[in-house]
């Protein structure tokens, strides 16, 4: 596996992490020699952990920094499977010369060794000291310089246990702060450092609103001093629909109109120049990752590394050379999970560097592709089909429709290993974007609320009867697939449309909305930011009672009628295994096709592997009974999930590619 992978600040030097059988190494690579210098540090085994790199920067051209994670598990009788009797735990930031030597421990003030603290600013015009932040033994969120040759570090500015995070200019000075107020952490306050040392709350923001689709984003310091670039959410009496991107001056306290905006999507990105701090491109998700660059050099630059790898792939600029000579770019597809170029923009040249998962059978995964639609109402909308390679164009093979989590997310053409999985397997992938999807502006996103198993399932239900209508699928041969909001809508689709759906798998989803908002009420109160969040989405249920239970799929289970597979993470915090625990009583008291996997240790998210190995096995035994799949599938086994093992091509080549 190869991740991580950056350019010096004079572009000469080429730093990546590989992953090798479970062992991790740094390789940097010269690129003018070719040179290439590696060095081990350290590894790990799946059920027994060990050493875990989380990032490599550099701080020079000379020397790196690179932060690890040790988490060390004891079982016992020294068994995969045995239970866990003590872990070890710690963190840790290091400064190290280019070629491994001169390690530095970094930290802050009288921290623990395992405790460093966080990188807040790597000072790129300060070759011997960077910024970090660390708690204090009394809570206190304070900032420190550290020297990167020596480790000797100093108190710089003190905070206080309500902080949140810091916000630094072009000069790596402190000019804003994040901080909460109120038992609850309810509101929010974004604060200026004042000249005399004080802080003026410059916004008031709620919570909720520093969540996937957030009022405001940080994305990097401008050229002038105190300014600062942001991303932000338009609001209704603004007129405006897309997140864009603004410069908030922290010394006059006012943000300025967007400088980039698109008319269609939210902004996810920007290109800073490296040395000047000038904004080049901002970048957003239409159906792949698009950057535009405001110059017509740099733009037409873009576009011949487009034209390079065709229509479908996502480029991303990675990283360049402070004087713009070199770029390393990650090129994606829904096809290909990654692979690193090098870009030298004077030649115009493309050298291939290494792929993110090599033994990924690109020829062999499945092939994606939009599909436009209407709604009922006339809402034009999209989603993407993913059919197995080699598939006939005119095959009705049997579709998987697999709705997305939050609701506000999306689906984009990406690689996605759970439709990569289901495709190898021969089925077919339907990946709706309904109302309440984030991405496409505020109006669509906000089209969902109060719209669970209305609007969202009725533009869900309209993609599969458009696939059905084009001949590409079958009624009668859909099963309905997803985890969290996607479980939901898994769940509502099995219970209102058993002649649509053959089966339904609901992975963490909510199945009574009225008891999953008293426990959101009971977690937080009813004043705290999730339970508004939720209420926003869901409905009030002072309010709104009949309703939310009308979209609750467990009041239907009397009626309910096709198989029904149920997977929960027992220590999932953010929809509690009981959603799925009373589903399945439900549905065995009425006499009903259920069956409920618990996963011992997981929460909502970010499982382990063997945690992702379990759904994807339980999913694949559940739809080879339920939506068996006519001809044999494709030759292509476990491939299709990507293996922290798997072992990388040989040495990132450099051979010169065709001209972009």
């Not at 209704?236 to 922290?250: E, P, R």
């Not at 999953?516 to 009971?522: G, I, N, T, V």
């Not at 977690?523 to 969040?533: F, K, V």
Request: proline share 6%; net charge negative; glycine share 10%.
């Amino acid at each position: 596996v190869l991740a991580g992978a950056s350019l010096s600040p004079s572009g000469r030097y080429l730093v990546w992490v590989m992953r090798i059988g479970g062992y991790n190494e740094i390789h940097v690579r010269d690129l003018e020699t070719k040179e290439v210098k590696r060095f081990s540090v350290g590894g790990s085994r799946e059920h027994f952990g060990g050493v875990f790199v989380d990032w490599v920067a550099w701080k020079s051209d000379d020397r790196l920094m690179l932060a690890m994670t040790r988490l060390e598990v004891s079982r016992r009788g020294n068994r995969e499977d045995g239970r866990i009797r003590a872990f070890t735990y710690g963190r840790a930031i290091l400064s190290l010369s280019r070629d491994g030597s001169s390690i530095v421990p970094l930290k802050a003030p009288r921290a623990d060794d395992g405790d460093p603290g966080e990188v807040l600013d790597t000072l790129p015009d300060d070759p011997d000291h960077i910024l970090m932040t660390y708690r204090t033994g009394g809570g206190s969120l304070d900032v420190a310089r550290v020297n990167v040759l020596t480790g000797a570090a100093v108190k710089v500015l003190g905070g206080h246990r309500r902080v949140l995070s810091y916000v630094t200019d072009n000069s790596g000075a402190v000019v804003g702060r994040v901080a909460y107020r109120g038992l609850t952490g309810r509101i929010l306050l974004l604060e200026a450092l004042n000249a005399d040392g004080q802080w003026s709350e410059v916004y008031r923001l709620r919570r909720d609103e520093m969540r996937d689709l957030p009022d405001y984003e940080f994305l990097g310091a401008t050229a002038q001093p105190g300014q600062i670039y942001v991303t932000v959410q338009p609001k209704v009496a603004d007129g405006g629909n897309t997140a864009g991107v603004h410069i908030f001056d922290f010394r006059t306290r006012q943000m300025g109109p967007a400088i980039w905006q698109h008319e269609r999507y939210d902004v996810s990105g920007i290109v800073v120049d490296p040395d000047t701090h000038e904004l080049l491109a901002g970048c957003y998700w239409a159906d792949i990752y698009r950057c535009d660059f405001s110059d017509r050099q740099d733009d037409a630059v873009m576009n011949g590394i487009r034209r390079f790898f065709g229509e479908g792939w996502s480029i991303s600029v990675v990283s360049q050379a402070r004087d713009g000579s070199r770029w390393l770019v990650q090129a994606s597809a829904p096809n290909n999970p990654g692979e690193y170029y090098l870009f030298n923009v004077a030649e115009r040249r493309m050298d291939p560097l290494g792929s993110i998962y090599p033994r990924l059978p690109e020829d062999q995964l499945g092939v994606m592709r939009r599909v436009d639609y209407t709604a009922p109402d006339g809402q034009a909308l999209f989603g993407y089909l993913t059919r197995p390679a080699g598939a006939a164009p005119d095959a009705k093979l049997p579709l998987v429709v697999l709705p997305h989590g939050g609701p506000e997310m999306r689906d984009v053409m990406a690689y996605d290993m759970w439709v990569q999985f289901l495709a190898t397997r021969g089925y077919q992938v339907f990946q709706p974007n309904f109302r309440g999807s984030s991405g496409m502006g505020r109006v669509f996103a906000e089209a969902g609320h109060r719209q669970w198993g209305l609007r969202m399932q009725d533009d869900v239900t309209a993609g599969v009867q458009t696939l059905i209508s084009q001949g590409l699928a079958d009624q009668g041969q859909v099963c309905i697939v997803g985890a969290s909001y996607g479980g939901y809508a898994a769940l509502q689709g099995g219970a209102t449309q058993p002649d649509l759906y053959r089966c339904a798998i609901s992975i963490a989803g909510p199945s009574d909305l009225m008891t999953m908002l008293r426990w959101e009420r009971s977690e937080g109160g009813s004043d705290s930011d999730r339970y508004e969040y939720w209420v926003r989405s869901i409905g009030d249920p002072r309010t709104d009672q009949a309703a939310i239970e009308a979209a609750s799929p467990l009041r239907r289970a009397e009626s309910w009628s096709i198989p029904l597979l149920l997977i929960h993470g027992e220590e999932d915090d953010v929809v509690p295994v009981a959603q799925s625990r009373a589903m399945e009583r439900a549905l065995r008291r009425a006499g009903k096709p259920v069956r409920l996997v618990e996963m011992e240790g997981a929460g909502h998210n970010g499982w382990s592997r063997v945690q992702e190995i379990t759904v994807m096995t339980e999913m694949e035994a559940f739809l080879r009974q339920h939506l068996p799949v006519p001809a044999p599938a494709p030759a292509v086994a476990d491939e299709a999930v990507a293996d922290e093992t798997d072992e990388p091509r040989a040495e990132p080549q450099a051979e010169a590619a065709p001209a972009a």
